[in-house]
């Protein structure tokens, strides 16, 4: 049975589903953030300063220690967004549920609202087929 509100529940539905794909895709992007920071500190627990060798040496390994710590700062740097977007994301889904689910209460309460009017319709009917039958003289 269509209601007023079937329109808005399948509309609210859609937006719900795109805010549960944007919620999984921030989610993703969450843990390749995380990821990215774990791979830049273990690859920085690989890097060492040389004990003998030249200078040059020496200042191209705390050139790449420097670079690894850069990349380890913007990997921090998008964890700390992802992690801002995943929360910006579970209020819109959580606001979005919230919104289909009151929606489709309302459609839910519409349908039991016209089942009563059905069932009071049918006994009133019921009723005037007795009263007929009563009244009928036997043949």
């Given at each position: ?21 944007d ?14 920071l774990d ?40 964890l ?45 009917m ?14």
């Amino acid at each position: 049975m269509k209601s007023k509100y079937t329109p808005l529940v399948k509309l609210k539905k859609k937006g719900l589903d795109r805010c549960e794909s944007d919620l999984i895709l921030a989610n993703n992007a969450f843990l390749y953030a995380s990821t990215a920071l774990d791979s830049a500190y273990a690859l920085l627990s690989t890097l060492s300063l040389p004990t003998n060798g030249s200078v040059n040496e020496l200042i191209q390994a705390q050139a790449m220690i420097q670079a690894q710590h850069d990349e380890i700062q913007r990997c921090a740097d998008a964890l700390v967004y992802a992690q801002q977007q995943q929360l910006q994301m579970q209020h819109q889904f959580k606001s979005a549920m919230i919104e289909y689910e009151k929606f489709n209460y309302l459609e839910v309460q519409e349908a039991h609202e016209h089942l009563a009017r059905m069932k009071k319709e049918e006994a009133k009917m019921l009723d005037e087929i007795g009263i007929m039958t009563y009244k009928r003289e036997p043949l």
